[in-house]
């Protein structure tokens, strides 16, 4: 008997053709298998009909780790080629089917790292020790089939002991691409800031000790360069943040074991084992009472972003030093993404660091790291990166077309939804400048020709000034597909229907803005949404901003906005105007605009958070993305809602003029805590009681949460108590980011709604 079998899914790169290779000689079955140039796998076993039923069990039962298997097509023929052995065959490039992938990156697994810290072994202290098992995949791949000559692999020859366990079929190098040794795999080397080589026995460790005596070191990683430094000492980072010009941006930080971690930070059980998974994403942990590290790490936070090593050369970076953790943030330009390339890394991070830990294998793909936090034991995906992308999300919708969408404009990735599954690329970044957008191109490129799509509908923002929507035009007259705008927040709740798989959902939408309907701009939304589009069905009280963007970096002007219609702010702004950049003169313009009463509005809701933030002394100048509405949630965990404010609903629209100037009239006789708890209460009940009313009047049983403001823990969980006291199932996201980064996704679910 004869069976040609195709297996599509994650099987590239995950060490299945090693196993395919075993369970057939263990069956005693003659044939081959080889990869294809769509991710598939195809095999073809000849021998006893019993045998190849067994082999096809255990194909499915004892696939590798990391397999994801998503189909499997069996053809038996009767015909016989008459094979004496079997065999790994040469790749081939055929590419028929689309919709399989390879993996993400793998962190290093306990048994390289057990060989890495074993002086008998051949890889002994080899920074890129790696197996069928673990190290990069998708930041080395070049091209499909996943063969050595299609990575960055391909530079390095590997010498004979390599290759004798590259095609020994016990040994755990068994067909893995990434077998390297320290004679003939990459290599690391340290250079001064200007790219001098610098003479030492041990780079690696030479750099931890370097990072411990407080040098800012930049260090070459699998999918990019971070920028590091010690993290118990003031000056390094004082000088980082100076130079980086990130005044308060939390830095993300690495630590060596979980042990350590527990020593300045609180870890629950689903976090450790997240921190400690093949993933090993940095997870956003509470700082703990007796957290030792300098507050520039994460300032006025009552968080910290923590990950744990991922490869042997981040493992040994701790080996000789005393420090807990490093600083390891993203090596970027400001809004560039994060450099890649060794010259590229010497040109423009020369100037900032001290010295440079690099190595000579190419980055393929630039990856950076994925950031999670938990509510209680649900992950709330922050930026799905490096260990996700390009994994797929499963939905139980099918789309009839293959959908490409482009995300909005801030933390974009881009989307690629071909029947059941949506393949959201890597982070892309904010695309406003050049470098960006050409990094955003190559990876829909790259995307699509990984997952061997064929495009057939564009979707983007409605927003007619963003890039992205720019970006999409031109892919559509390019693909010769149409192209669908979808609303920012439809895309949100869209999102949370696909993940939840259910037909129609209540959504209330929160973040910093979109582009609405109406033109005008929203944030803080009540929607109807079903397959076939959306309805808004109320929102938060529209309020002015003042200056328009400029309200979103100094909030004052939000705040003075919103009082503005209930009192006279000149005194009070007056007296705050030493807060704005220019003053006294700035606070008259306001006050001169005010009175003009011509300023565009906005329903946001991350606004009249940062506006609460402003008014109680919080954060009074926006320097990143959510700082106001973050300090506010970190000052909220030691407060009360004292105050209990009855959500005032007008019609359908949640009023905020009431909340805001309540908290100014209360604001000497309770403490911020208090009041920042009670205002982030106010709007998570009022929000939720115009949601469960309008879920009750539509007879819709789901109520959901999106945007950027479902990552505040303290109004996601006020929501989800009246949700689900009111007898409504209260969906939020699990596998996706609930902010922009999720985005694309949702474009692509709305426009694969959509019927032909
Ligand atoms: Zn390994
Ligand atoms: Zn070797």
């Known amino acids: 008997m004869r069976a040609e079998i195709k297996v599509s899914g994650i099987v590239q790169g995950v060490g299945f053709r090693p196993f395919i290779y075993r369970t057939a000689v263990k069956n005693g079955l003659g044939g081959y298998v080889r990869n294809r140039g769509d991710a598939v796998v195809e095999i073809v076993v000849e021998g006893d009909e019993g045998n190849i039923v067994q082999f096809l069990e255990d194909l499915e039962k004892k696939k590798p780790p990391l397999a994801q298997i998503y189909n499997i097509t069996t053809d038996y023929k009767k015909e016989e080629e008459g094979f004496n052995e079997f065999r790994i065959k040469k790749s081939s490039g055929e590419a028929k089917l689309s919709g399989s992938v390879i993996p993400p990156d793998v962190s290093i697994c306990d048994e390289c790292l057990r060989e890495l810290r074993d002086p008998q072994n051949r890889r002994f202290n080899y920074f890129f020790i790696t197996c069928t098992d673990c190290g990069p995949r998708y930041t080395i791949t070049r091209e499909l089939p996943y063969d050595r000559p299609n990575t960055t692999m391909q530079e390095f020859r590997m010498c004979a002991f390599c290759s004798g366990e590259y095609r020994d079929p016990p040994n755990r190098r068994f067909h893995a691409q990434t077998v390297a040794c320290p004679k003939c795999g990459p290599k ?44 118990t000492k003031t000056d390094p980072l004082a000088r980082l943040r100076q130079v980086k010009h990130r005044k308060q941006k939390p830095f993300a930080i690495m630590a060596p074991d979980l042990e350590t971690v527990r020593s300045f930070a609180e870890v629950d059980s689903w976090e450790a084992e997240l921190l400690t998974s093949y993933r090993k994403p940095i997870v956003l942990l509470k700082k703990s009472s007796d957290y030792y590290l300098t507050e520039l790490v994460s300032p006025e936070l009552h968080t910290v972003g923590v990950m744990l090593p991922y490869t042997g050369l981040h493992a040994m970076l701790f080996d000789d030093v005393e420090e807990p953790a490093f600083v390891m943030t993203s090596a970027n330009p400001p809004s560039e993404p994060i450099v890649t390339e060794n010259n590229e890394a010497i040109s423009k991070l020369g100037s900032t660091v001290d010295y440079f830990l690099l190595h000579n294998r190419i980055i393929a793909q630039r990856c950076d790291d994925s950031v999670v936090r938990f509510h209680k034991e649900d992950p709330c995906l922050i930026r799905r990166s490096r260990g996700y992308a390009p994994e797929p999300i499963q939905t139980k919708f099918v789309s009839d077309r293959c959908v490409l969408a482009v995300g909005g404009e801030l933390n974009v990735t881009s989307c690629i939804l071909t029947e059941n599954r949506a393949f959201i690329s890597q982070h892309i970044g904010d695309v406003e400048n050049l470098e960006t957008l050409r990094f955003m191109k ?124 209930k009192m006279d702010v000149t005194e009070w702004l007056l007296s705050k105007s030493h807060y704005l950049p220019h003053e006294k003169r700035e606070a008259e313009v306001i006050l001169k605009q005010l009175e003009k009463g011509s300023t565009p509005e906005t329903t946001s809701c991350g606004r009249v958070l940062d506006a609460i933030s402003a008014l109680l002394g919080i954060c009074y100048e926006r320097t990143y993305e959510g700082e106001p509405a973050m300090k506010l949630e970190s000052a909220v965990l030691k407060g009360k809602d004292r105050l209990k404010l009855a959500p005032r609903l007008n019609g359908k629209v949640l009023e905020t003029t009431f909340l805001v100037h309540e908290i100014f009239t209360k604001k000497d006789r309770f403490s911020v805590a208090d009041l920042a708890c009670s205002a982030q209460s106010y709007l998570a009940r009022g929000l939720a009681e115009l949601a469960v009313k309008e879920a009750e009047r539509l007879n819709v049983k789901h109520v959901g949460f999106s945007g950027g403001v479902a990552y505040n823990e303290h109004i996601t969980s006020i929501i989800r108590k009246a949700v689900e006291k009111a007898g409504y199932r209260f969906l939020v996201h699990q596998k996706i980011p609930a902010g922009d980064g999720g985005t694309s996704f949702g474009q692509a679910i709305v426009a694969g709604f959509q019927k032909r």
């Open 188 to 231: 690391a080397y340290l250079t001064s800031n200007s790219g001098e080589p610098i003479e030492c026995k041990d780079s690696i460790r030479e750099a931890g000790r370097l990072l411990e005596e407080g040098y800012v070191v930049a260090i070459k990683g699998n999918g990019g360069f971070h920028v590091a430094t010690a993290t």
């Open 442 to 565: 190559k990876s829909i490129d790259h995307l699509t020709k990984l997952t061997n799509s064929k495009v057939e509908v564009v979707a983007c923002d409605l927003h007619p000034k963003f890039t992205t929507t720019k970006l999409a035009q031109e892919l559509g007259n390019k693909l010769e597909c149409p192209v669908v705008q979808v609303q920012h927040h439809h895309a949100h709740a869209a999102a949370l229907m696909a993940e939840w798989n259910v037909e129609e959902i209540v959504g209330i939408t929160c973040d910093g803005f979109g582009y609405g309907s109406d033109g005008t701009a929203w944030g803080g939304e009540v929607l109807y949404c079903n397959r076939e589009g959306f309805r808004r069905l109320g929102h938060l009280e529209s309020q002015p901003m003042v200056g328009g963007d400029l309200a979103t970096y100094y909030p004052l002007r939000m705040v003075a906005g919103i009082l503005h219609r």
